[in-house]
Structure formats: structure tokens, C-alpha cells
């Protein structure tokens, strides 16, 4: 494909790597088209910048005239009348990840970063790194592909004519006819694990089918390959027993390649030292809160001094990183009240993610407001992990799962389970059916000094823009 111009069309283009493939395509020369059930930011905004058409809804004639390839996203399934008209008429199809890998990642170096947390922050800061380094050296300037907006960038994607590719390895699956994760298609040269855990409980059975997909990337890595894998998980333990490339562990444990020490959050900065191997590396700082952002810093920085970045150029860059968008987000400030968007999507992540604020706004009322979206909260599988997460919080109010009647009701969550046992435990908890009605009852009884983070992994009804106007509104 690389060899001319094509016409491709992406079948589900709003999607955040689709979107980010429409637009790295386009670099590449090809005229691209797309659709999707509904256009919504962030990617309409980044496809209508990029003069990208998306035609809506889902539609045979969207195909008219016949391109030369049709990506088809991973949200797309038998039945779509757009994957109807590709079968009937055999036309070349593929995937996201497979025309990655073929456009882009063959000749290149790959490196990759997984795992079931910190992705997308930690491959945004790894691309910083690179970008930094470039200023010494032109040929370090990266491509890269991001699942979420990186905000020194301005973007989730980048394309360069040198050698090294960064790319997010998600593990979700591939599309209706490739149920294997996406991860296998990028055959890294290095490979970042930042955590493995069970998630994406619509497509994996239990924790031991997780581990397997997680097992089967780093068995991709060559000998001469570098992996750098969480110290303080069995689960990434035992996915990278069998690896044939050096290893490198990185977190809190003494015997650890790369050990975090000192940690603390000062000044408006998270700042730690770095110890290599039983010596003082480097200390490092960034704008950035909360252990596991440090733990994702750590992990990236490590790889880049695997590959030859040095460590003066690594420290420079974590202290210049701002962060991606929707993830620890200050979205407004009303009323000396702070709204925080984050794209949490499992327990833990919730989790770290409240303990980050707790370290950033110590004195403050902390509450939540949480929109079951994700594949996985939208379960029970996780409920008890759910509670003890929300119970960082000092207040909590629920909206319910999207679409619940997607999900049976024996394996749906059910959050008003979640407001009962955060009730008993001490925690109050609210539950209210959309973003309307919590904005009505949240907004009066706010007040000056409180932290409001909002967590989803969608538009959550338009609560983002709802909360401050109503706040602003407010008469006291």
C-alpha cells in the first residue's frame, strides 16, 4: 500500500485510534473518508481540522465510490450495513492494527507500551522523551501513535521520516474477524508492562485469558530486545518469565533495575529519586501527581536510557511534560470550586487516581462522580474493588450504567449495590439516573475549596459543560 495513493475509508473513524490511523494515512499521501454511527470530539474535531469527511450514520452507500481498502474498527460487528456491503462484494479489507503494522511499523524500530493501566500517559511521555532528544540529534525525532490527545503535542499522532515508531499496545481485540488483541500486530523491538490485571470483561474470561494475550506479546520480543516490567505485580511477573530479551524491573522494591525512592509531592511538582541498580541515578521531577504517574515516568525513562537517551535529556523532558488530555484534567475553576475530568475505567485506576488528588488538594472535600462507561465497570466482576476504590473519596454520587440493557442483568453492575456499601462504610453515596439530575443535586451543596472529579470514558451526557454553567448560574 505504501507504494501509491489510495483511497481508504475507516469504518468507525471516531474512535481514538482510528481517528489518530485517518490521520498519520493522510501524511502518508492516501485520501481518506470515514464513518461512524455518530460524529463526537475529540476525534470529529481532529478529523474536520484535518479536512477528513465522516459521513453518519453507518450506511452501504458511505462506500460509494468503491475505495481501495476499508478499515474496519473494532466496535463494528455482523450487521453493519457498511461490513455487509464489504463481504457481499469482497472488497480488501483490514484492521487497525494490521495496516499499522503494514504501513507503518515495518523498517522502523517499535517499541511499545502495555499493560492494563498507564499506557497511554506513559507512551505520551516516552514520545516526549524522543522529541527532546531530537534537538541533539534530528534522527531521534519519533512517529508515534497515542490513545489519547498528548498535550505537548497538541495530538495523538506524529509521523517522521526516522526510524523509531512508539506506539500504545491496547489488548483489546482486533475486529469481528480478528479477536486477537491489537497488540500482536506491532511486534515490539522494546516493550514497556506497566500492569496486568484483569479488564475488558466483555471480551476476556478471567484474569488467566488476560495474561495469556499479555504472555504472547512478550514472547514476540527478540533476543536483542529490551523489556521494562512493573516490579510490584506477580500477575506482570509471570508474563515475562519466559522472556528471551534482557529484562529490566522498575517500582519500589530494593532488588529492582530501576527502584523509586524519596517520593514526595512539593511545590506544585511530584519529585523521586532514581536508583539504578544501587546507585543513585538521577532525581527526577514533573508537573504531574500521584505515585503511578511516577511509576510511569520511571518505566519511560527507563527504556529511553536502554535505547541511549541520556539521562540529562530524560530529565529535562519529565520536567517539561504536561500531561494527555482526560486524564487528571482540570477542566474549570468556579467559584474557587475545581472540576477534574479523568478517563478512568477500572477500579485501580480509579483508585490511583483519587489518591493522586488526595496528594495534590490535601485540605480539600473530595468528591466524585463516577459514569459506569467502561466495558468492565458496567460488571460486577469488579463491584467489591469498585467500592474500596470510591472510598477515597469524602462524597460520591453515581449516575447509572450506560446502557444497561446491553449487559444481563445477572452481570451487570448494579450501582445502587455500590451506594449501599459505600454508605455503610462510612462513605456517603448518592445515586442518580443521568447527568441532569446530578448536576441538580450536586451543584447547591458545593462550596469554595471542593474537588469534583469526574470519571468517565465517554461524554457522560454533557456533564462537563452542565456542571460549570450551572455553577456559574449559581446566585451564592
Known amino acids: 500500500m ?6 481508504i475509508h475507516l469504518s468507525g473513524i471516531c474512535g481514538t485510534a482510528m481517528a489518530s490511523l485517518a490521520g498519520l ?11 461512524d454511527k455518530a460524529a463526537y ?4 474535531d481532529l478529523l474536520q481540522s484535518l479536512g477528513i ?3 453518519e450514520p453507518y ?7 468503491v475505495p481501495d481498502m476499508v478499515v474496519i474498527g473494532n466496535a463494528l460487528s455482523r450487521g453493519n450495513p457498511e461490513v455487509e456491503r464489504v463481504l457481499d462484494e469482497r472488497m480488501p479489507f483490514t484492521s487497525m492494527a494490521a495496516l499499522v503494522h503494514e504501513e507503518f511499523l515495518q523498517g522502523r524500530e517499535s517499541l511499545v507500551v502495555a499493560g492494563t493501566h498507564g499506557k497511554t500517559t506513559t507512551t505520551s511521555m516516552l514520545s516526549w522523551i524522543y522529541q527532546v532528544a531530537s534537538h541533539e540529534d534530528a534522527a531521534l525525532e519519533p512517529s508515534f501513535l497515542i490513545g489519547g490527545v498528548a498535550e505537548n503535542f497538541g495530538t495523538s499522532f506524529q509521523l517522521r521520516p526516522t526510524r523509531t515508531f512508539i506506539i500504545e499496545g491496547d489488548e483489546y481485540d482486533t475486529a469481528f474477524f480478528d479477536k486477537g488483541p491489537k497488540f500482536l500486530h506491532y511486534f515490539p523491538d522494546a516493550l514497556i508492562l506497566t500492569h496486568v490485571e484483569f479488564d475488558h470483561a466483555d471480551i476476556y474470561a478471567d484474569l488467566e485469558a488476560v495474561k495469556v494475550a499479555f504472555k504472547r506479546l512478550v514472547n514476540l520480543v527478540p533476543r536483542r530486545g529490551l523489556l521494562v516490567a512493573f516490579d510490584g505485580s506477580t500477575n506482570v511477573t509471570e508474563c515475562i518469565g519466559k522472556a528471551f530479551c534482557r529484562v529490566e524491573r522498575y517500582g519500589f522494591k530494593p532488588e529492582s533495575d530501576w527502584q523509586i ?3 514526595r509531592h512539593m511545590d506544585g511538582k511530584t519529585q523521586w529519586e532514581v536508583w539504578r541498580n544501587g546507585e543513585l541515578w538521577s532525581e527526577l521531577a514533573m508537573q504531574l501527581a500521584g505515585e503511578h504517574n511516577a511509576l510511569n515516568a520511571t518505566a519511560a525513562a527507563a527504556l529511553a536510557a536502554g535505547q541511549g537517551i541520556s539521562k540529562e535529556v530524560i530529565r529535562t523532558a519529565l520536567g517539561g511534560f504536561k500531561s494527555v488530555k482526560r486524564r487528571l484534567e482540570v477542566r474549570d475553576v468556579i467559584r474557587g470550586i475545581t472540576i477534574i ?3 478512568a475505567h477500572h477500579p485501580t485506576a480509579i483508585r490511583e487516581t483519587l489518591r493522586a488528588l488526595r496528594s495534590v488538594y490535601p485540605d480539600s472535600r473530595l468528591w466524585v462522580v ?3 462507561r467502561s466495558n468492565t465497570l458496567r460488571r460486577k466482576v469488579l463491584e467489591n474493588e469498585l467500592v474500596e476504590s470510591l472510598r477515597v473519596a469524602d462524597r460520591v454520587i453515581l449516575a447509572g450504567v450506560y446502557q444497561q440493557q446491553r449487559i444481563p442483568d445477572t452481570e451487570r453492575l448494579h450501582p445502587e449495590d455500590v451506594v449501599t456499601a459505600l454508605n455503610a462504610s462510612g462513605t456517603p453515596a448518592e445515586l442518580h439516573p443521568g447527568a441532569t439530575e446530578i448536576v441538580e443535586s450536586l451543584a447547591p451543596n458545593l462550596k469554595s475549596g471542593d474537588v469534583v472529579a469526574i470519571l468517565s470514558n465517554g461524554g457522560f451526557d454533557g456533564i462537563y459543560e452542565k456542571l460549570p454553567a450551572r455553577l456559574r448560574a449559581r446566585q451564592n
Open 2 to 7: 505504501t507504494s501509491s495513493r489510495k483511497h
Open 25 to 35: 494515512l493522510q501524511l502518508q499521501g492516501h485520501r481518506i473518508t470515514g464513518s
Open 41 to 44: 470530539p475529540p476525534m470529529s
Open 53 to 55: 469527511p465522516v459521513l
Open 59 to 65: 450506511s452501504e452507500s458511505n462506500l460509494d465510490p
Open 261 to 263: 525512592r524519596n517520593l
Open 341 to 343: 475530568d479523568d478517563f
Open 370 to 372: 463516577l459514569e459506569p
